[in-house]
């Protein structure tokens, strides 16, 4: 009797530490299992990271590179902005009494930096001077639009300005206003050759409103 109790200890013994032993095993498989999980889980972890990196400093290189383009565009357009007009003609072209026409020479600016392109044009703004053979001057400033029809340029415009008449035509008022057509063709790289038609008058307000149309030979530069 008290041997078969004592074996039967015995087996509960052995049976407790089986389980046991088995329970770490388990526990150990799954430990080495989670851990190379871990490893792989880590791995993957650092070539995303390294990949988003890569990523980064692509975006980067391309921000610049087009940052760049944009500024070297800039400086292009810059080289470029000032648009200068020489012109010599003819003052007072339709003169029916015969003794104010005479001879005109002309500078005219423009800044193309300042233009607006709009559906009925490319509009900006025009500064200019002329004085004739007889000391007449004008000042002006206004706006000029420009239509290109491939190498053939079409440019209306508009300008109020000072006048004075010196030893030639009286027009009636200090203030005038010239409306121009201009007509170029480009000759070679920014630069224009072209004629012009102007028509100048104070449209009523002075004491007397003779006018004067004009003409002249144009050529432009940009620089």
């Known amino acids: 009797m008290k041997l078969k109790f004592l074996a039967t200890v015995f087996i509960?013994?052995?049976?407790?530490?089986?389980l046991f032993a088995s329970g770490n095993f388990i526990k150990c498989k799954f430990w080495c299992k989670d851990k190379e999980e871990n490893k792989i889980l880590n791995k993957e972890k650092k070539k995303v990271n390294e990949n988003f990196i890569q990523c980064k400093f692509n975006?980067?290189?391309?921000?610049?590179k087009k940052k760049k383009k944009f500024q070297e565009k800039n400086v292009k357009l810059n080289d470029d902005n000032n648009n200068i007009l020489v012109y010599a003609g003819t003052f007072d072209t339709i003169d029916k009494e015969g003794d104010d026409k005479t001879g005109l020479l002309g500078i005219e600016h423009k800044n193309e930096n300042l233009y607006r392109d709009t559906w009925l044009g490319k509009f900006s703004p025009t500064t200019g001077v002329f004085?004739?053979?007889?000391?007449?001057?004008?000042?002006?400033?206004?706006?000029e639009v420009d239509y290109n029809l491939g190498?053939?340029?079409?440019?209306?415009?508009f300008a109020p300005g000072y006048y004075e008449a010196g030893d030639g035509k009286n027009l009636g008022s200090a203030l005038e206003f010239k409306s121009e057509v201009k007509i170029g063709v480009d000759l070679f790289e920014n630069a224009n050759l072209g004629y012009s038609y102007s028509h100048i008058s104070n449209n009523?307000?002075?004491d007397i409103n003779p006018g004067t149309d004009n003409q002249s030979i144009t050529f432009s530069k940009k620089f």
């Open 12 to 18: 509960i013994l052995f049976a407790n530490n089986l």
């Open 59 to 64: 975006c980067k290189d391309k921000k610049a």
């Open 131 to 143: 004085i004739t053979r007889k000391s007449s001057v004008y000042l002006y400033s206004g706006i």
């Open 151 to 157: 190498p053939i340029n079409i440019s209306p415009s």
């Open 204 to 206: 009523e307000w002075g």
